[in-house]
């Protein structure tokens, strides 16, 4: 008799008895009772969640039956509202019919004069011959700011340098610089403010192309845009009248400063008139 043979018989003396009887179930091996105890806990574990699913449902039902009955007419009411409100704006407001008839002017004016105005900004109106102003023209209608060194390089070589101290009097020097600076400082302008066309007239294709998709309520944004293109127009045409009038008070003083030398060289001529007959 084994060890286990021994504990087994063991137990069974220790066991209670039922009327007399030794309850001699428990002498079966020990898998089966552990088997046993396992299959109890699986259904005292699926037993469990069932009441609490029941109990889960009944909460949830509460939940929804509140939503129904309580939010749900607060939200009805809220839902026609919005209803009218969107109504009167489709209708009154802004109708849409009206919309799309502004929207389809707009897309029309574009495809209609778009292009046409293109072609007459970027109309090339070259017509210098030889190479030297060939090459200065070119770089007048580059519409590039960043054109300016070789600009005044161009314009010196085609226009000449300034004479050398001893070959031409000093007040003619100075006046042949004035000149040259004063058209060289307009040319240079020029050059920026056809830059500045062209960042203008993009803007208003931006514009356009916005306005030909806008919504109700963007009028006061699309308005504000078109009033900082038109100031930033003002800035450039006014930078272009400030040239035109400093090219012209240049205009007057160079004819002054001529008017001055024949008169200094008209009373030269009177000393020595006056010199010859006093003799």
Known sequence: MNEETKSSEELLKALPTVDGETVRKSSRPRWKKRLGIATLMLAATLALPTSGHGQFLSVFDSIFSSIQSDI?????????????????YQTTVAPLAALNQARGFVVTSISSFRNSMNQI????F???????PQQFESILHSRLSTQIPSLQTSFTTNYGAVPQANTALPQDRVMM???????????KTTLVADQGQDLILQTANQMENQ?????????????????V?????????QMMIAAELRQEAGRIAHDNVLVKRRTTMTGGVNSLITGTLTK
């Open 126 to 132: 070259t017509s210098a011959v030889t190479p030297g």
């Open 72 to 88: 749900g007419s607060s939200l009805s009411s809220v839902n026609q509202i919005m209803q009218q409100v969107t109504k009167l």
């Open 177 to 187: 610089d004035m000149d040259d600076a004063l058209g060289q400082q307009n040319l």
């Open 229 to 237: 293109a038109n100031l930033r127009c003002q800035a450039y045409m």
């Open 211 to 227: 306005v030909a998709v806008s919504t109700p309520g963007s009028n006061p944004y699309l308005t504000a845009q078109a009033q």
């Open 121 to 124: 900004f970027n109309t090339p």
